[in-house]
């Protein structure tokens, strides 16, 4: 048992029924109980789909169980067919169906349905939603092109785009940019999976002559099982970012012999970034979580394409803790690798990051220690799933991170404001950062004692709170408010690894100094 209050994954299942979503003609029918279709409001609701989700529950109920919950499974599956007719349908037990283990493959099997089914074996009790997604695409791929590739003769170079989903961060808009990408350098797109496809279009898939992973976190193993079974190569750059959209594109170069030169677009985010106004971005610092293939993207944004420091990095999906560790190593920083928020929040104070880039908890984590934050990857709430053209891909993905994550940052001039009118009313710390909301800012934590001659014994322990002098916190207050934290835990560490009981102005400085080297 693990005590849970949020979770950033849901149950494979709800990654089964993201492909089904995706998809024109796949039905899924969900061994559940009566509850289970919750779930259709994820697509309803924070997707804003216009219809239901393409699933069958079987919502059992208590009663149901003295009696034959498989016939319950066969006769919806039946009733699936008949009324929807797909051309592929997908079978599976969701959590509390898994225990009655009905076996829908074997009860599906015996209906011998007249369509190509999918018997999902997703353990809801040790994966969750990616893998799920995952799993199911990869399922469905096996059994639909396993066919051998036709005459690959294109007249010019053909690729899939594999990974977009129903309920992906801005994948719908990611497919756009990187369709815009191809496009301008004459590659033709034969099939966009599972996002919009057919049963037909992934018995198309072995045609073209390579595959974008765009999003590995749904797609490794489908393209990994297609570069294996149809010597199809796999384009592996996720193009996140102005620097990673050029490697991107370097690699679709390299692939097919064409001149990169004419899908390589200036952008705005380099000449923005190189802006004076910019400047006092330099080294601000960043800690950045989500799924490892949007957490790794967004630290190389931040420090080579805004100069921003990486502080922490860290991801939910333990499948991808290998290249997250890697990337960590780039940055010389922990990783984190973890799917318990509050593990997050106490990396998060104990940082003290002046922004937070993560998913939707990051958010409320942030918005409670008052630290700007935007969010970079799923699991995201309905803001994220916008009106406007909103991609992370691509050059044009490119700005809309420069937007996104400096927008939350106290801008140049005001931080230069709030420091020099910290006393004014309207620029005082009590008045809050920017924009966020304009109550009184949490109190500054535990100040202690104000006069010397009032200090108690000095505590044993270096994480006690050391006695701070009425001089010494007058200085500290002169400090701006967003890294006035981290600079009164530094003093309060320096001073309990000498044994001082009083922070004094010079251990102050003294503190400033030894970090600083
Ligand atoms: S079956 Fe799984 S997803 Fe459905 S309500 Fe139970 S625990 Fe939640």
Redesign the pocket.
């Known amino acids: 048992m693990q005590l849970t209050v949020w979770t950033y994954e849901g149950?494979p299942h709800v990654g089964a029924m993201r492909i089904a979503t995706a998809m024109e003609d796949v039905h899924y029918v969900l061994h559940?109980?009566q509850?289970?279709t919750y779930a259709d409001l994820l697509f309803t609701m924070i997707e804003r789909r216009g219809k239901r989700p393409p699933v069958t529950y079987t919502t059992f109920q208590a009663r149901d169980l003295g009696k034959d919950t498989a016939a319950l499974f066969q006769t919806a599956a039946r009733d699936a067919y008949a009324r929807f007719t797909p051309g592929a349908m997908l079978v599976g037990a969701?959590?509390?169906a898994e225990l009655i283990q009905d076996d829908p493959a074997g009860l599906v099997a015996a209906m011998d349905l007249p369509c190509p089914v999918v018997a999902l074996e997703l353990p809801?009790y040790q994966r969750k939603e990616n893998w799920g997604a995952a799993e199911t695409f990869y399922q469905l791929v096996r059994t639909l092109a396993a066919s051998p590739a036709p005459n690959r003769s294109n007249a010019r170079p053909t690729a899939n785009i594999l990974g977009p989903t129903a309920l992906g961060f801005r994948h719908r808009d990611d497919v756009i940019e990187v369709r815009r990408i191809l496009n301008a350098l004459g590659i033709a797109v034969n099939v966009v999976a599972p996002l919009g496809a057919t049963t037909a279009d992934i018995a198309r898939l072995p045609a073209a002559d390579f595959n974008i992973c765009l999003y590995p976190e749904i797609a490794d193993t489908a393209c990994r099982w297609l570069a294996r079974e149809h010597g199809q190569p796999v384009v592996t750059t996720v193009p996140i970012g102005h620097g990673a959209t050029r490697d991107f594109i370097a690699e679709l170069a390299a692939l097919t012999g064409i001149d990169p030169a004419g899908a390589c677009d200036p952008g705005h985010l380099p000449w923005w970034s190189r802006s004076v106004d910019s400047t006092y971005l330099t080294g601000k610092r960043v800690f950045i979580f989500g799924d490892a293939t949007h957490a790794i993207a967004a630290a190389r944004v931040a420090r080579d394409e805004l100069g921003f420091e990486v502080v922490g990095l860290g991801c939910y999906n333990r499948e991808f803790a290998r290249d997250l560790r890697a990337a960590a190593a780039l940055y010389g920083v922990t990783p984190l690798i973890t799917d318990d928020y509050l593990v997050v929040e106490e990396a998060i104070q104990a940082l003290q990051p002046e922004l937070v880039l993560g998913t939707q908890m990051e958010r409320h984590i942030a918005k409670r220690l008052r630290i700007p934050c935007a969010v970079i990857s799923a699991p995201v709430h309905v803001q994220d799933f916008p009106a406007r053209y909103s991609p992370q891909m691509g050059f044009e993905g490119a700005n809309v991170l420069f937007d996104t994550w400096v927008h939350p940052l106290v801008m140049g001039l005001e931080e230069h404001l709030l420091t020099m009118f910290r006393d004014d009313f309207e620029f005082s710390d009590m008045a809050g950062a920017s924009h966020l909301a304009p109550l009184p800012v949490a109190p500054e934590p535990a100040l202690q004692a104000v006069s010397p001659e009032v200090a108690p014994h000095p505590a044993p322990d270096a994480s006690a709170a050391r006695v701070w002098s009425a001089d010494a916190e007058r200085e500290l207050l002169k400090i701006p408010f967003f890294v006035r934290g981290k600079a009164r835990r530094n003093t309060e560490r320096f001073a309990a690894e000498r044994d001082v009981a009083t922070i004094t102005i010079d251990t102050l400085y003294d503190a400033k100094a030894h970090y600083a080297r």
């Open positions: 149950p559940a109980p509850g289970d969701s959590c509390t809801s």
